[in-house]
């Protein structure tokens, strides 16, 4: 096979060395880049001054939270739909609910999960080297998850005021926590493949092992608390003693956001419109529900996106791929936002089906829509604005403005309400899903 690969002779790189040299633009271009970076010297002035902040709908949902080195975005973004919710119906101007608290759950269900998939595949004969059993080692305890996984969370084990359980040095720095989690599992795993008939033995200490790790960390989670307020308008309320179920079900629950849809825009040619997909050994709560999604062209995505703003007045999560075309600082998505293939002399276009196929692009962070401009036709979308989590020290205080061209290329998921859904795709919605692999690029998490 190494005969077939030709080497990079020093003959070819005087020539490449020598097509450089004799380009006036590429030297430019390296003075430039070299001095200020390839975004500066990148980005469009024309398209950045006029991706203008402004919007027909916006939604007031506080100061912008901060997930910090972690990648709990989808549980940031979620719990940030739902704060809305909360707010409005405690009539209270600042809230926030525990994003550390939500992650505690996460974590330690996974572990059950995790222990409980792999010893399946081990029981079933699953050689350890297939490229399944590595993927489920290598994809294990990471910080991302989906709307779904977030749902799961609630409905099991509530939420609770951030003031309550909050944050702690290991749920701001995930890294460290993470790898002993890893490491653990790894080793329970490497204990179930030598020893079979040990297995539910084995799942029983890795737990225990799991849970202990998890409380050192982040602290042992509250299961009730006192609750007390005072409203907008200087009214005090006092609950008394309440459990994170009851203050889920009673500050969220009408909202019905468990019962929400998760719309995709799979842009492959052979997985169908107006079809279920799921991804196999994919969740986080063993019996919960499993993590599926409607294939749907990107207009009926953004259609409902808009309803849910406009219409019903509330925030929207969504999952994008959010590194192309971001400018970070200002705030900013659109397609071309910057010209990188002007400063490199090189075509970089590839559509959404190819960017997915050829492993350029996936969803990998969780956001909340929370406005929308929308034409005088009341139907045309014009641009986005986005509440992130990444802080208040960037964009507009936290939150981000993104051109309606950026959510056609960028945008792959959202969370609906099922009502909007016409009566073919709620049909849909009760077949059963196409189930693809694992290392699926659908199957990227937030």
């Not at 969370?153 to 290991?170: C, N």
């Not at 989670?221 to 907008?232: I, N, Y």
């Amino acid at each position: 096979m190494s005969d077939k690969i030709s080497p990079l002779s020093s003959h070819d790189l005087d020539d490449l060395t020598s097509e450089f040299e004799g380009s006036k633009s590429n030297v430019m271009a390296m003075n430039a880049v070299t001095a200020a970076g390839i975004n500066k010297v990148a980005r469009n002035y024309d398209r950045a001054r006029l991706l203008q902040r402004r919007f027909s709908t916006s939604l007031d949902n506080g100061e912008a939270t901060h997930q910090d080195r972690s990648g709990r975005c989808w549980l940031f973004s979620s719990l940030n739909v739902a704060r809305y919710v909360a707010k409005k119906t405690m009539n209270i101007k600042e809230f926030e609910f525990s994003q550390n608290y939500a992650m505690y759950f996460d974590k330690l269900e996974r572990v059950n999960y995790f222990l409980q998939d792999i010893a399946n595949l081990i029981r079933e004969g699953e050689p350890t080297d297939s490229r399944l059993f590595q993927h489920m080692l290598h994809d294990v305890m990471g910080d991302g998850g989906q709307w779904t996984m977030a749902m799961n969370v609630y409905k099991k084990y509530g939420a609770v005021p951030k003031d309550l359980y909050p944050e702690t040095e290991s749920s701001k720095n995930t890294g460290e926590l993470d790898t002993q989690l890893r490491r653990m599992l790894h080793t329970a795993v490497s204990q179930m493949e030598k020893s079979p008939e040990h297995i539910d033995e084995i799942i029983l200490q890795a737990t225990k092992a799991g849970h202990r790790i998890l409380t050192i960390h982040l602290g042992e989670p509250p299961k009730s608390f006192d609750w007390e307020w005072t409203d907008k308008d200087g009214e005090f309320h006092r609950v008394g003693e309440i459990t994170p179920v009851e203050f889920w079900n009673r500050y969220v629950g009408d909202a019905d956001l468990e019962s929400y849809v998760c719309l995709v825009d799979d842009p492959r040619h052979e997985h169908a419109k107006g079809k279920k997909i799921g991804i196999e050994h994919l969740n986080n709560v063993a019996g919960g529900d499993p993590t599926e999604y409607l294939n749907v062209p990107i207009q009926f995505m953004k259609d409902c996106a808009r309803d849910v703003l406009v219409e019903q007045g509330i925030p929207v999560w969504f999952g994008a791929d959010c590194h192309p075309m971001m400018d970070r600082e200002d705030g900013a998505w659109a397609t071309d936002l910057f010209e990188y293939g002007k400063v490199y002399d090189y075509d970089f276009t590839m559509d959404k089906e190819e960017r997915v196929r050829f492993a350029d692009s996936a969803m990998n962070h969780a956001m909340a829509f929370v406005g929308v401009d929308v034409a005088d036709d009341n139907k045309t979308t014009r641009r986005w604005r986005v509440e992130n989590s990444w802080g208040t020290k960037i964009a507009d205080k936290g939150y981000f403005t993104m051109g309606d061209d950026w959510f056609d290329q960028y945008v792959f998921e959202v969370a609906v309400p099922k009502a909007l859904l016409p009566d073919e795709y709620l049909k849909a919605l009760d077949e059963p899903a196409q189930m693809l692999p694992a290392w699926d690029p659908m199957g990227a998490l937030a």
